[in-house]
Protein backbone atom coordinates (compact mmCIF):
# COMPACT_ATOMS: atom_id res chain seq x y z
CA UNK A 1 0.00 0.00 0.00
CA UNK A 2 1.84 3.30 -1.22
CA UNK A 3 0.54 6.65 0.73
CA UNK A 4 1.51 9.74 -1.04
CA UNK A 5 1.50 13.15 1.35
CA UNK A 6 1.85 15.90 -1.53
CA UNK A 7 1.59 19.06 1.02
CA UNK A 8 2.27 18.59 4.20
CA UNK A 9 3.10 22.01 6.50
CA UNK A 10 7.12 22.36 6.57
CA UNK A 11 7.79 22.16 2.43
CA UNK A 12 7.51 25.50 0.90
CA UNK A 13 7.88 26.17 -2.96
CA UNK A 14 11.35 27.38 -2.41
CA UNK A 15 12.42 23.90 -1.66
CA UNK A 16 10.11 22.57 -4.26
CA UNK A 17 7.98 24.55 -7.05
CA UNK A 18 5.99 21.91 -7.71
CA UNK A 19 4.47 22.15 -4.39
CA UNK A 20 0.81 22.33 -4.10
CA UNK A 21 -1.64 25.08 -2.19
CA UNK A 22 -5.51 25.30 -3.78
CA UNK A 23 -7.29 22.59 -3.22
CA UNK A 24 -8.07 22.09 -7.17
CA UNK A 25 -4.10 21.76 -7.23
CA UNK A 26 -4.34 19.48 -4.46
CA UNK A 27 -6.81 17.31 -6.23
CA UNK A 28 -4.57 17.73 -9.40
CA UNK A 29 -2.03 15.88 -8.05
CA UNK A 30 -4.32 13.36 -6.35
CA UNK A 31 -5.27 12.26 -9.86
CA UNK A 32 -1.71 12.08 -11.15
CA UNK A 33 -0.32 10.21 -7.73
CA UNK A 34 -3.11 7.45 -8.42
CA UNK A 35 -2.58 7.11 -11.29
CA UNK A 36 1.26 5.84 -10.42
CA UNK A 37 0.54 3.90 -7.62
CA UNK A 38 -0.84 5.69 -4.62
CA UNK A 39 -3.78 3.80 -2.58
CA UNK A 40 -4.34 6.73 0.28
CA UNK A 41 -3.83 10.32 0.66
CA UNK A 42 -1.97 11.83 3.49
CA UNK A 43 -3.91 15.65 3.32
CA UNK A 44 -3.05 19.21 4.51
CA UNK A 45 -3.85 22.16 3.47
CA UNK A 46 -2.39 25.44 2.45
CA UNK A 47 -4.01 29.19 3.05
CA UNK A 48 -3.63 31.38 -0.33
CA UNK A 49 -0.35 32.54 0.76
CA UNK A 50 0.78 29.11 0.88
CA UNK A 51 0.86 29.05 4.90
CA UNK A 52 -0.06 26.18 6.69
CA UNK A 53 -3.72 25.85 8.15
CA UNK A 54 -6.19 23.77 9.25
CA UNK A 55 -9.13 25.36 8.30
CA UNK A 56 -12.33 23.13 8.11
CA UNK A 57 -13.61 24.68 4.90
CA UNK A 58 -10.47 23.94 2.74
CA UNK A 59 -9.78 20.67 3.76
CA UNK A 60 -13.91 20.16 2.92
CA UNK A 61 -12.88 21.73 -0.76
CA UNK A 62 -9.98 19.57 -0.92
CA UNK A 63 -11.39 16.33 0.38
CA UNK A 64 -14.33 17.19 -1.96
CA UNK A 65 -12.45 17.53 -5.17
CA UNK A 66 -10.19 14.20 -4.46
CA UNK A 67 -13.03 12.17 -3.44
CA UNK A 68 -14.91 13.62 -7.23
CA UNK A 69 -11.44 12.51 -9.31
CA UNK A 70 -10.21 9.90 -7.68
CA UNK A 71 -10.50 6.75 -5.51
CA UNK A 72 -8.35 7.59 -3.17
CA UNK A 73 -8.66 6.74 0.65
CA UNK A 74 -8.53 10.37 2.02
CA UNK A 75 -6.33 10.63 5.12
CA UNK A 76 -6.83 13.86 6.89
CA UNK A 77 -4.16 15.18 9.22
CA UNK A 78 -4.40 16.37 12.52
CA UNK A 79 -0.85 16.53 13.19
CA UNK A 80 -0.59 20.21 11.55
CA UNK A 81 1.73 22.40 12.02
CA UNK A 82 3.99 22.86 15.49
CA UNK A 83 2.80 25.42 17.30
CA UNK A 84 -0.99 24.63 16.53
CA UNK A 85 -3.42 24.06 19.37
CA UNK A 86 -5.64 20.85 19.48
CA UNK A 87 -8.96 23.40 18.72
CA UNK A 88 -6.92 24.37 15.77
CA UNK A 89 -5.86 20.99 14.88
CA UNK A 90 -9.17 18.84 15.03
CA UNK A 91 -10.83 20.96 12.65
CA UNK A 92 -9.49 18.63 9.83
CA UNK A 93 -12.17 16.10 10.80
CA UNK A 94 -14.86 18.39 9.75
CA UNK A 95 -14.29 16.99 6.16
CA UNK A 96 -15.52 13.72 7.32
CA UNK A 97 -12.53 11.46 6.09
CA UNK A 98 -12.30 8.39 5.87
CA UNK A 99 -9.08 8.25 7.93
CA UNK A 100 -7.16 10.58 10.04
CA UNK A 101 -3.30 10.88 11.58
CA UNK A 102 -3.42 10.72 15.59
CA UNK A 103 0.79 11.54 16.55
CA UNK A 104 1.26 8.78 19.54
CA UNK A 105 3.38 11.49 21.63
CA UNK A 106 5.38 14.55 21.75
CA UNK A 107 8.45 14.82 19.83
CA UNK A 108 11.59 17.25 18.74
CA UNK A 109 10.85 18.70 15.43
CA UNK A 110 13.69 20.27 14.17
CA UNK A 111 14.22 23.48 16.55
CA UNK A 112 10.41 23.38 17.69
CA UNK A 113 8.35 20.88 19.89
CA UNK A 114 5.71 19.21 18.33
CA UNK A 115 3.16 18.85 21.56
CA UNK A 116 1.02 15.50 21.81
CA UNK A 117 0.97 14.84 25.41
CA UNK A 118 -1.47 11.93 26.48
CA UNK A 119 -4.46 14.77 26.96
CA UNK A 120 -4.46 15.57 22.83
CA UNK A 121 -4.30 12.01 22.18
CA UNK A 122 -7.21 10.88 24.32
CA UNK A 123 -8.80 13.73 22.38
CA UNK A 124 -7.99 13.29 19.28
CA UNK A 125 -9.41 9.54 19.79
CA UNK A 126 -12.38 10.41 21.33
CA UNK A 127 -13.07 12.95 18.16
CA UNK A 128 -12.09 10.12 15.79
CA UNK A 129 -14.68 7.86 17.32
CA UNK A 130 -17.38 9.77 17.73
CA UNK A 131 -17.18 10.58 13.54
CA UNK A 132 -16.60 7.27 12.88
CA UNK A 133 -13.07 8.46 11.18
CA UNK A 134 -10.43 5.68 11.18
CA UNK A 135 -7.09 6.76 12.89
CA UNK A 136 -3.82 5.72 11.94
CA UNK A 137 -1.03 6.02 14.59
CA UNK A 138 2.11 8.20 13.52
CA UNK A 139 5.43 6.88 15.24
CA UNK A 140 8.18 9.62 15.88
CA UNK A 141 9.95 7.73 18.34
CA UNK A 142 9.81 3.64 19.20
CA UNK A 143 8.62 4.87 22.30
CA UNK A 144 5.32 5.27 21.25
CA UNK A 145 4.47 2.51 19.78
CA UNK A 146 3.46 1.43 23.34
CA UNK A 147 1.86 5.11 23.85
CA UNK A 148 -0.57 4.09 21.06
CA UNK A 149 -1.37 0.54 22.46
CA UNK A 150 -2.27 2.44 25.44
CA UNK A 151 -4.43 4.73 24.06
CA UNK A 152 -6.18 1.81 22.21
CA UNK A 153 -6.60 0.23 25.74
CA UNK A 154 -7.95 2.99 27.27
CA UNK A 155 -9.82 4.38 24.31
CA UNK A 156 -11.36 1.35 22.42
CA UNK A 157 -9.49 1.93 19.28
CA UNK A 158 -8.50 -1.05 17.48
CA UNK A 159 -4.66 -1.68 17.69
CA UNK A 160 -4.61 -3.46 14.67
CA UNK A 161 -3.38 0.15 13.14
CA UNK A 162 -2.58 1.00 10.71
CA UNK A 163 0.74 2.66 12.24
CA UNK A 164 3.11 4.86 9.69
CA UNK A 165 7.15 5.09 11.03
CA UNK A 166 7.89 8.66 10.29
CA UNK A 167 11.80 8.62 10.29
CA UNK A 168 14.62 10.61 9.66
CA UNK A 169 12.73 14.08 11.26
CA UNK A 170 15.54 16.17 12.94
CA UNK A 171 15.59 15.73 16.31
CA UNK A 172 12.84 12.98 16.36
CA UNK A 173 13.73 9.32 15.42
CA UNK A 174 16.82 8.52 12.45
CA UNK A 175 15.94 7.09 9.21
CA UNK A 176 17.80 4.00 10.55
CA UNK A 177 16.70 0.86 8.76
CA UNK A 178 17.83 -0.81 12.08
CA UNK A 179 15.36 1.36 13.66
CA UNK A 180 12.39 0.49 11.46
CA UNK A 181 13.32 -3.31 11.98
CA UNK A 182 12.91 -2.83 15.98
CA UNK A 183 9.90 -0.87 15.71
CA UNK A 184 7.56 -3.43 13.85
CA UNK A 185 8.95 -5.77 16.14
CA UNK A 186 6.90 -3.81 18.84
CA UNK A 187 3.44 -3.83 16.59
CA UNK A 188 1.01 -5.72 18.10
CA UNK A 189 0.56 -8.96 16.17
CA UNK A 190 -0.68 -8.91 12.64
CA UNK A 191 -0.39 -4.97 12.69
CA UNK A 192 -1.10 -2.96 9.62
CA UNK A 193 2.03 -0.66 9.11
CA UNK A 194 3.71 2.11 6.39
CA UNK A 195 7.04 3.84 7.19
CA UNK A 196 8.35 7.06 6.16
CA UNK A 197 11.80 8.41 5.23
CA UNK A 198 12.26 12.14 5.47
CA UNK A 199 14.89 13.61 3.36
CA UNK A 200 17.88 11.45 2.52
CA UNK A 201 16.66 8.23 4.42
CA UNK A 202 13.83 7.66 1.83
CA UNK A 203 15.25 5.36 -0.20
CA UNK A 204 17.15 2.77 2.74
CA UNK A 205 13.37 3.55 4.64
CA UNK A 206 11.31 2.54 1.56
CA UNK A 207 13.31 -0.42 0.67
CA UNK A 208 13.27 -2.02 4.35
CA UNK A 209 10.05 -1.38 4.67
CA UNK A 210 9.53 -3.05 1.08
CA UNK A 211 11.54 -5.91 2.62
CA UNK A 212 9.69 -6.43 5.93
CA UNK A 213 6.31 -6.76 4.03
CA UNK A 214 4.99 -3.15 4.97
CA UNK A 215 3.62 0.10 3.19
CA UNK A 216 5.70 3.11 2.26
CA UNK A 217 4.68 7.06 2.15
CA UNK A 218 6.06 9.48 0.31
CA UNK A 219 5.43 13.07 -1.35
CA UNK A 220 6.39 16.44 -1.19
CA UNK A 221 5.85 16.44 2.47
CA UNK A 222 8.58 14.18 3.13
CA UNK A 223 10.74 14.34 0.34
CA UNK A 224 12.12 17.24 -1.95
CA UNK A 225 14.67 15.80 -4.08
CA UNK A 226 14.29 12.64 -6.37
CA UNK A 227 17.84 12.28 -6.30
CA UNK A 228 21.27 14.59 -5.26
CA UNK A 229 20.79 18.17 -5.97
CA UNK A 230 17.40 17.06 -8.29
CA UNK A 231 14.12 18.18 -7.31
CA UNK A 232 11.13 16.22 -7.64
CA UNK A 233 8.88 17.48 -10.37
CA UNK A 234 6.20 16.17 -7.98
CA UNK A 235 4.76 13.99 -5.83
CA UNK A 236 3.88 11.40 -8.62
CA UNK A 237 7.23 11.43 -9.78
CA UNK A 238 8.39 9.83 -5.93
CA UNK A 239 5.28 7.75 -6.26
CA UNK A 240 6.06 6.21 -9.26
CA UNK A 241 9.69 5.20 -8.58
CA UNK A 242 8.01 3.68 -5.07
CA UNK A 243 5.64 1.83 -7.50
CA UNK A 244 8.40 0.49 -9.40
CA UNK A 245 10.51 -0.77 -6.64
CA UNK A 246 7.45 -2.36 -5.09
CA UNK A 247 6.41 -4.33 -8.11
CA UNK A 248 10.39 -5.66 -8.48
CA UNK A 249 10.13 -6.74 -5.27
CA UNK A 250 7.03 -8.66 -6.36
CA UNK A 251 5.05 -6.66 -3.80
CA UNK A 252 2.89 -4.40 -6.64
CA UNK A 253 0.94 -1.97 -4.74
CA UNK A 254 -2.45 -2.07 -3.72
CA UNK A 255 -5.31 -0.76 -5.48
CA UNK A 256 -7.49 1.82 -3.57
CA UNK A 257 -10.07 -0.80 -3.15
CA UNK A 258 -7.54 -3.37 -2.30
CA UNK A 259 -6.23 -1.04 0.59
CA UNK A 260 -9.86 -0.13 1.42
CA UNK A 261 -10.87 -3.82 2.09
CA UNK A 262 -7.39 -4.61 3.67
CA UNK A 263 -8.08 -1.81 5.97
CA UNK A 264 -11.70 -2.70 6.76
CA UNK A 265 -13.00 0.65 5.10
CA UNK A 266 -14.44 -1.10 2.53
CA UNK A 267 -17.95 0.90 1.76
CA UNK A 268 -17.14 3.52 4.40
CA UNK A 269 -17.13 6.72 3.22
CA UNK A 270 -16.18 6.99 -0.42
CA UNK A 271 -19.72 7.14 -1.51
CA UNK A 272 -20.69 9.68 1.25
N1 LIG B 1 3.64 18.85 10.29
C1 LIG B 1 4.04 18.07 11.40
C2 LIG B 1 4.34 18.93 12.58
C3 LIG B 1 0.55 14.70 10.66
O1 LIG B 1 0.24 15.19 9.58
O2 LIG B 1 -0.24 14.07 11.34
C4 LIG B 1 3.02 17.07 11.77
C5 LIG B 1 2.56 16.15 10.72
C6 LIG B 1 1.93 14.90 11.20
O3 LIG B 1 2.66 16.39 9.53
ZN1 LIG C 1 1.45 15.37 7.76
Known amino acids: MITVCPVGAETTREHNPSLPHTPEEIAAEAERCEQAGAALIHVHVRAPDGAPTQDAALFKQAVGLIRERTELITQVS ?7 SFEQRVQSLGAEPE ?8 VNFGDDVFQNPPDYMRRFAEAMLER ?3 PEFEIFELGQVANAIALCEQTGLDPAGPYDFVMGVPGAMPGDPALLCEGVRRLPEGARWSATGVGRSHLPITLTALALGGGVR ?44 ALGLAGARQAA
Open 78 to 84: TGGAVGM
Open 99 to 106: MATLTCGT
Open 132 to 134: GVH
Open 218 to 261: TGLEDVVYYSKGRPAKGSSELIERVARLAEDAGRPAATPGQARE
